[in-house]
């Protein structure tokens, strides 16, 4: 009886040591620092790129609300951004229209962005920056405790001279010395306070209006808003306040994409709009559910010529592959500690122009040329018809 006791405890003190040593993993650091570039040239694919981080932006956002109806309940129905589905969406309807109206020029594709567990904004950052997954007890090597002391895509873009600014929540300045980081702009606002849902995000809308304006002076800018996890935390994800701070942020959003789509010197560079985790009902995070873990990613080109087709659904984007493709983007090595993939979807959004298209004037005479070579030989094909033809060929000008 007694010999049974002591085997089951026994028993029971090593299933406990398993299972800790597998859940509670504790994460060692690695000093070592990326040096590979993913481009075969090692060069930049854009010149700028603008990240706006929606704090806690679930999944559903994203979807239009056609899509919402039936799947969710009736009363989430408007808790939407449709500015990140009008951008992000270049689908044909049935009857050949596109679902995105009066658009000439951008092209944008969303995906559904799935962070790792824990989804607590602290941990995400790191996930986001260093391409990794850090643990649920993460124990820093150093006594810097919280500090991000692992290769990351914002050292190695600062490594690389880029220009950065950033505004937002200061769980950043946890991060990194963000003075000495982003030396253009560090302007961090308390994130401790869950009921004010308006600082964060009137710092970072006033700061990034005042920075998309004078982009000869930054590569990189961030935006971190926190209004809409402020508002699932103080009233829950499914309210009144959450439908109001949405609007807000959609606008936001809007806000952006319009300044970027009305300054050729943003010809060449991408916007990137998304959660870094999402949101239960109740507006808690932390866990690993659908909710927690589901957000959306907006990646949109202001200045693209030409839409490409899409997906009936979204596709996967795993967080992990957030450091990687950014680093590439921007021509920098990706972190050492990397674990995700370069998104060749979103590199497609931005093509490099070849070097007779960025000569306007010579690219529209070639063109030119071209179609009227086309109709030349054309017209010599079908005889003394087409010779007669031939010479209006000449003097039409609206071929
Ligand atoms: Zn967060």
Redesign the pocket.
């Known amino acids: 009886m007694a010999a049974s006791y002591v085997a089951a405890t026994l028993l029971k003190f090593i299933a406990l040591c398993i299972f800790a040593s597998g859940f509670l993993l504790t994460r060692r650091e690695s000093d070592a620092i990326g040096a590979r570039v993913a481009t075969a040239d090692g060069g930049a694919i854009v010149d700028k790129v603008v990240v706006l981080i929606i704090?806690?932006a679930r999944y559903d956002w994203s979807l239009d609300d056609a899509s919402l109806e039936g799947n969710h309940p009736a009363g989430r129905k408007q808790l939407t951004l449709p500015t990140v589905r009008r951008y992000g969406s270049t689908c044909v309807d049935a009857d050949g229209k596109r679902r995105r109206s009066g658009e000439d020029k951008g092209r944008g594709k969303v995906f559904k962005f799935i962070a790792d567990a824990p989804t607590?904004?602290q941990q995400?950052l790191k996930g986001l920056l260093t391409g990794g997954l850090p643990t649920f007890i993460d124990v820093s090597a150093s006594f810097g405790g919280t500090s991000l002391r692992e290769d990351n895509v914002v050292s190695q873009l600062h490594r690389a001279g880029k220009r950065m600014a950033i505004s937002g929540d200061d769980t950043w300045a946890e991060l990194f010395d963000v003075n000495a980081t982003f030396g253009v702009e560090a302007a961090m606002y308390p994130s401790f306070d869950v009921k004010d849902t308006e600082t964060v995000d009137a710092g970072v809308r006033y700061r990034m209006n005042e920075a998309l304006a004078r982009p000869q002076d930054w590569d990189v800018l961030i935006g971190h808003m926190l209004g809409a996890?402020h508002v699932g935390h103080t009233h829950g994800a499914t309210t009144d306040a959450m439908r109001t701070k949405l609007a807000q942020n959609d606008v936001d959003i809007e806000n952006i994409i319009d300044a970027m789509r009305s300054d050729e010197r943003f010809e060449n560079s991408l916007l990137l709009v998304f959660g870094?985790?999402g949101m239960t009902d109740n507006g808690d995070?932390g866990g690993g559910t659908a909710e927690e873990v589901e957000s959306f990613l907006l990646a949109y080109h202001p200045w693209a010529k030409h839409d490409v087709s899409c997906t009936a659904e979204d596709e996967i984007l795993p967080q992990i592959d957030f450091a990687p493709t950014l680093a590439t983007l921007l021509g920098v090595p990706i972190p050492h500690g990397n674990l995700g993939r370069v998104n060749q979807q979103i590199l497609s959004l931005v093509t490099r122009k070849t070097w007779i298209e960025s000569m306007p004037s010579i690219y529209t005479l070639f063109t030119k040329i071209q179609s009227r070579f086309g109709t030349i030989l054309a017209l010599t094909a079908t005889g003394s018809t087409g010779r007669s033809a031939l010479a209006t060929c000449f003097t039409s000008e609206n071929s």
């Open positions: 704090d806690g607590t904004t995400r996890d870094d985790h995070h």
